[in-house]
T-cell receptor, first 115, second 111 residues
Framework: DTGVSQDPRHKITKRGQNVTFRCDPI?????LYWYRQTLGQGPEFLTY????????KSRLLSDRFSAERPKGSFSTLEIQRTEQGDSAMYLC?????????????FGPGTRLTVL | AQRVTQPEKLLSVFKGAPVELKCNYS??????LFWYVQYSRQRLQLLLR??SRESIKGFTADLNKGETSFHLKKPFAQEEDSAMYYC?????????????FGRGTSLIVHP
C-alpha cells in the first residue's frame, strides 16, 4: 500500500458532460474525505464517509455533486452536467479513527478542466 | 461557523532568517489545529498537530486560545522549507465533522 491513490490524475471534459473520479484510501482507514481546491485557495471540504456511511454531505456544492463509498473501501465522486466553474483540483484524503487522531493522508488529486 | 485565516499569501525570507507563518481561527468549541505542507510536486502532508506539542523539521506551533492563533515558527529557515503551508482546524470528537483549511501561505527561502 503506497498511500491514497486517485484516478484519473487529469480529466478534460466538455461542459454538460458527467465525470466520475475514484479514490482508493489507505486500506485500514475508516474515514474518507473529498475536497475541492481552486487556484490560490486551500482545500474546501465537500463530504466525508466513515466506512460506507456518508456522515456529512451538506457542503457538496450543488445537487450535481454526489459521492459514494458502497463497500467502505474505495469511493467515487460524480459531477453531473459539468460547468466551467467546476474546473479545479479534487482531492481525496483518508484517516484512521484511532491512532494519530484526525490526521489526514492526502492523495495526489484529480485535476478537472471543463471546456 | 469555524474559520481559518492565513493573512499572508506569500512570505519571502533569506536562508537562516527566522520564519513565522500566521494562522488565526474562529471556532466556538475546543479546536484541534494542524499545519499541513505541500512541497513542489508532492501531495499535501501533515507537518504537525498542536496536541502533539512536537517540533518537526525545526518547526513549532503554539496554540494561543486567548488570541485564537496557531502561528508556525522556525528560528532558522532553510531552502528546503520552501513550500505551501496550510493551517487547518477540525472539530474535536465525533458528530458532524467538517475540517476547515486556510488559503495557504507560500514560503520562499532564498539562498
Amino acid at each position: 500500500d503506497t498511500g491514497v491513490s486517485q484516478d484519473p490524475r487529469h480529466k478534460i471534459t466538455k461542459r454538460g458532460q458527467n465525470v466520475t473520479f475514484r479514490c482508493d484510501p489507505i486500506s485500514e482507514h475508516n474515514r474518507l474525505y473529498w475536497y475541492r481546491q481552486t487556484l490560490g485557495q486551500g482545500p474546501e471540504f465537500l463530504t466525508y464517509f466513515q466506512n460506507e456511511a456518508q456522515l456529512e454531505k451538506s457542503r457538496l456544492l450543488s445537487d450535481r455533486f454526489s459521492a459514494e463509498r458502497p463497500k467502505g473501501s474505495f469511493s467515487t465522486l460524480e459531477i453531473q452536467r459539468t460547468e466551467q466553474g467546476d474546473s479545479a483540483m479534487y482531492l481525496c484524503a483518508s484517516s484512521p479513527i484511532a491512532g494519530r487522531y484526525n490526521e489526514q493522508f492526502f492523495g495526489p488529486g484529480t485535476r478537472l478542466t471543463v471546456l | 461557523a469555524q474559520r481559518v485565516t492565513q493573512p499572508e499569501k506569500l512570505l519571502s525570507v533569506f536562508k537562516g532568517a527566522p520564519v513565522e507563518l500566521k494562522c488565526n481561527y474562529s471556532y466556538s468549541g475546543s479546536p484541534e489545529l494542524f499545519w499541513y505542507v505541500q512541497y513542489s510536486r508532492q501531495r499535501l502532508q501533515l507537518l504537525l498537530r498542536h496536541i502533539s506539542r512536537e517540533s518537526i523539521k525545526g518547526f513549532t506551533a503554539d496554540l494561543n486560545k486567548g488570541e485564537t492563533s496557531f502561528h508556525l515558527k522556525k528560528p532558522f529557515a532553510q531552502e528546503e522549507d520552501s513550500a505551501m503551508y496550510y493551517c487547518a482546524l477540525s472539530e474535536v470528537g465525533g458528530g458532524s465533522y467538517i475540517p476547515t483549511f486556510g488559503r495557504g501561505t507560500s514560503l520562499i527561502v532564498h539562498p
